[in-house]
Every structure is written in structure tokens, then in C-alpha cells.
């Protein structure tokens, strides 16, 4: 018999502690990250648990959850129903690989959302996460309308993955670095109906265009209103196909079920994962108008060109999947969205009028919401700016990363900034939030910002220097 290797067991992962994960992490992950786990003050907590609104760490420190894993935690931690089905499944002993035989949960699923999503959305596609969503939606659409009208039109500071044609129509130097990328594309300003119908008109090779609904990266930016209106408008007068892409907005988040509800259109192919998965499961799907997935892969000849990962459609995560969508309705989280996103930008417009001079713009829609600082690399006094001058160029003129890793320590509140505006804190609490907790961020925001930016830096200066 081949002797074990030296293996951890499960157990023995579940006792590592904080210093002995950063050195594993480091060792056999990803060593330059941890320059940003210690911006943030990440490398010192080890989560234990968590449950609902709250991560649990190992000292039994409770933190308020309002990062949400960028919005995949919609229905909060652990949901007891999402648990119970999970748990049902495998008491049960049920079929996981859907591959070989046709799963009863994936098509449940699908005509599930099917009867979510309006119109002729009616077919789904099924995978494992957002980018590969974004990968099977542009795939569709370059079918459905053939190699001669491929071009893609994407928007300013878009984000729509990292795999490679995910990558092609995500707006960041940063992350498209210096890699081989899909050449058939025209970037647009975001919200611009102006900008989208000259590149239509310029280029009739132009066949499909990807906009995130609200994008997140860019540091939630809703566009103005009746833009989506234009862009259906456009898209039928040009001929393109419109890809939605709602992996970070969908799913309730923004008060409606899908963002581009709130102008009662209805795009060609629409793409979800996060929330999908109820906080439990890597899922994603594509939602496409019958007749354009059937122009794509609609024959025999056609059917398998593309398909989902070896892991797609899986019956445990389809089985996540359906509950999560059955507890979205039953609890009322969307409205409960749209109640305390209103809620919360109301009380953080107020905090913008309290501190005019340090928060510059507060926006979202529901609970994808975006507070915006004011750059203050310019205000410093020039001791403090020099050892911020020694930080990150990511953190020099953001407040984002000290207030952020300040809410964690004195707050126990966890927030996230955006990939391309690190001035902005991205607050995506999972959808059963209450008011209670609404009240706690803004009270911990207030009683932060009260100290002034000096104040709020110095403090950072000091917690980082002596890595508390
Ligand atoms: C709008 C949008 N599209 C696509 C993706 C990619 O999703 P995933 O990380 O699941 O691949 C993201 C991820 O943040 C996203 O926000």
C-alpha cells in the first residue's frame, strides 16, 4: 500500500490559528497578498464561524457582515432553510453529476427562473460562477448573430470577470495586465445612450453589447435613468444583442429581483451567480431569450458546441439554488432590500450633510450601496502624509482602506471598497438585514468620521504600526 503522505486532516484545519494560516498562506498560496491582508488588518482574524449577519471569529468576536463576499451572501450566513435542503440532500444519498443522467434539479431550476425573469428570458444555462456566466452569455450571442457582426461593445470601468473573455470586456488595465485578450471589441462610456449608438452606427460589425446593470467595480455607478431604455431602444434598432450582466446587482439586491426591472425592459441574455448559491454554492447561470438560444445551439448539430463545466448544474448546488430562490420570496427580501437600502442612504445622506468636507457622494439602489470620500492626499498635515506616502499607492488618497480597517477593529463592522474607486466603500449586506443593523454602521460610521480625517489616519498610522 502507497504510506499517507503527510496530510492535514480537516480537524487539524479547523485549529489553525491566525499566525499559522498567514505562514501556510504565504507558503503555499499567495505570499504578495499578504502586504494587503495587513492594510486591512485581515491577517490577524480567523474566522470560526458565522451565522445570519455575523462572522464569528476564533476569540468569539462577533462582526456585522456588510460586505456580504461582494454580494453573494444574500440570504445571510448559513440560512437554517438553505442548511436544511443541503442537509436532506445528503442524508438522502442523492445524485450529484448531472452529467450522464438529466437532473430533476436542474431543470427545476431553470424553469424557476424562468418564471422569475420577464419576457421570453426562458432558457437557462447552468455553471459554476459569474465569469463563466459571462463566458457562456458572450458565447450565445456571438452564435446567434455569426462571426461577421462578433465585435463586442463594453463599458468604461466595467468588471466582468477574470477568465479570459470575461477579462477582454473588463475595464482594468490592472487585471488585463499584459495578457492575450479577444481582439473584436469597442469600449463605450457607461450611461452614455449618446456614445453606445455611434459606436452601433460606426461599426456594423457590432453585434453584442455587456453592461453590468449597476456597475459595482466602478464603484457603484447606477446609470441615469432611461439609459437601459435606450439601450433596449438601440439594441432593437441595430440589431445587437444585449447581455445584462447582474452576477453583483441580481438577485434582489437592488430591490427588485433583477436592477433592469426598475425600467421594465428586457434584455437578450442576462448573467447571475452570487447569491444564486444562497452563501453555500459556486452557481451561476445564463438566462436567454428562447429564440436567440436557439438560433445558437438549437440543433442537433448545434446542441453541444458549448456546454457547462464537469461540475455544472450539480444536483446539491442546484437543490441550494432552488431553496435560495423560494426563501428570497417567502421571507420578502427584495422588499426587504429596497426598505433598508432606502433606509440606509437616507441616514448616510445625512451623514453627507454632517460631513460635508469628508463624504463626497452616497448612491446605490437597495442594499448596493456606495459611500464615496473625498481625496484628502492634498489635506494632510506633512508628517501623517508622509507615512501614508509610504502605504500602498492603492490607499494614498483613499480613506477607504483606514476607515475600513478601523470599523473592524474598534466596530466589529466589515466593509469592502471598490476594485477601480478605492475612495468608495461598497456596503452589500446580506438582503435579511434589519433596521437594527442598519443603525449600527451608521452609528459606528458617525462616531469614526466625528474624529476627522487626521483624526481617522493617525489612528490607521498608529493600529498599523503596531499591527493591533
Ligand atoms: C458584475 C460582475 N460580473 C462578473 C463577475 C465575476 O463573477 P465570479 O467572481 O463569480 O467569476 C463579478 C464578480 O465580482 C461581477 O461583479
Known amino acids: ?89 445528503q442524508d438522502e444519498k442523492r445524485h450529484e453529476i448531472a452529467l450522464a443522467f438529466l437532473s430533476q434539479y436542474a431543470v427545476a431550476l431553470c424553469k424557476n427562473l424562468a418564471t422569475i425573469a420577464p419576457g421570453d428570458l426562458k432558457i437557462g444555462f447552468l455553471c459554476c460562477s459569474g465569469s463563466e456566466a459571462v463566458e457562456a452569455a458572450l458565447k450565445i450571442a456571438e452564435k446567434a448573430q455569426g462571426a461577421e457582426r462578433a465585435k463586442i461593445v463594453y463599458a468604461e470601468n466595467s468588471f466582468h470577470g477574470k477568465t479570459r473573455g470575461a477579462l477582454s470586456v473588463t475595464d482594468s488595465t490592472f487585471y488585463q495586465s499584459t495578457f492575450q485578450l479577444l481582439d473584436k471589441r469597442v469600449r463605450v462610456p457607461f450611461g452614455d445612450a449618446a456614445a453606445l449608438e455611434n459606436a452601433f452606427k460606426q461599426d456594423p460589425s457590432i453585434g453584442v453589447v455587456i453592461l453590468e446593470t449597476i456597475q459595482g467595480g466602478a464603484g457603484i455607478i447606477v446609470p441615469p435613468q432611461g439609459y437601459l431604455r435606450e439601450v433596449r431602444r438601440l439594441c432593437d434598432q441595430y440589431n445587437v444583442l444585449w447581455i445584462a450582466d447582474e452576477v453583483q446587482c ?11 426591472e426598475y425600467e421594465e425592459v ?18 451561476g447561470a445564463v438566462i436567454a431569450r428562447k429564440p436567440i438560444y436557439l438560433k445558437a445551439y438549437g440543433t442537433t448539430k448545434t446542441a453541444l ?39 440606509l442612504l437616507k441616514k448616510f445622506e445625512e451623514l453627507k450633510i454632517k460631513y460635508p468636507q469628508i463624504i463626497k457622494d452616497v448612491r446605490g439602489k437597495g442594499l448596493m450601496i456606495g459611500i464615496e470620500f473625498g481625496d484628502f492626499s492634498q489635506t494632510l498635515p506633512p508628517g501623517l502624509r508622509e507615512i501614508v506616502s509610504t502605504l500602498d499607492d492603492k490607499l494614498k488618497g483613499s480613506l ?31 438582503l435579511i438585514t434589519r433596521q437594527e443593523h442598519c443603525d449600527a454602521v451608521v452609528a459606528a460610521f458617525d ?22
Open 400 to 430: 477607504c482602506g483606514f476607515v475600513g480597517r478601523l470599523l473592524l477593529k474598534d466596530f466589529n463592522i466589515l466593509v469592502a471598497f471598490t476594485e477601480y474607486n478605492r475612495n468608495v466603500i461598497r456596503l452589500e449586506p446580506p
Open 447 to 468: 462616531t469614526l468620521l466625528a474624529r476627522g480625517v487626521v483624526g481617522i489616519v493617525a489612528e490607521y498610522a498608529q493600529a498599523f504600526v503596531k499591527n493591533d
Open 305 to 343: 458546441i458549448h456546454g457547462p463545466a464537469t461540475f455544472g448544474a450539480m444536483g446539491e448546488a442546484c437543490c441550494t439554488a432552488i431553496e435560495s430562490l423560494n426563501v428570497i420570496y417567502d421571507e420578502g427580501l427584495i422588499d426587504n432590500a429596497a426598505q433598508q437600502g432606502a433606509y
Open 1 to 89: 500500500m502507497i504510506p499517507k503522505p503527510d496530510l492535514l486532516t480537516v480537524e487539524e484545519a479547523k485549529k489553525l490559528n491566525a499566525a499559522e494560516t498567514v505562514e501556510l498562506f504565504c507558503e503555499y498560496m499567495n505570499p504578495g497578498q499578504l502586504h494587503f491582508l495587513k492594510l486591512l488588518g485581515f491577517h490577524k482574524v480567523i474566522i470560526e464561524s458565522a451565522e445570519g449577519m455575523f462572522y464569528v471569529d476564533k476569540s468569539g468576536r462577533k462582526i456585522l457582515d456588510f460586505f456580504g463576499g461582494f454580494g453573494s451572501v444574500g440570504f445571510g450566513h448559513n440560512h437554517p432553510r438553505i442548511l436544511e435542503v443541503r442537509k436532506k440532500f
Open 250 to 260: 441580481g438577485i434582489g439586491r437592488t430591490g427588485k429581483f433583477f436592477a433592469f
Open 266 to 283: 428586457i434584455p437578450d441574455l442576462v448573467t447571475i451567480a452570487k447569491s444564486l448559491g444562497g452563501g453555500k454554492v459556486a452557481i
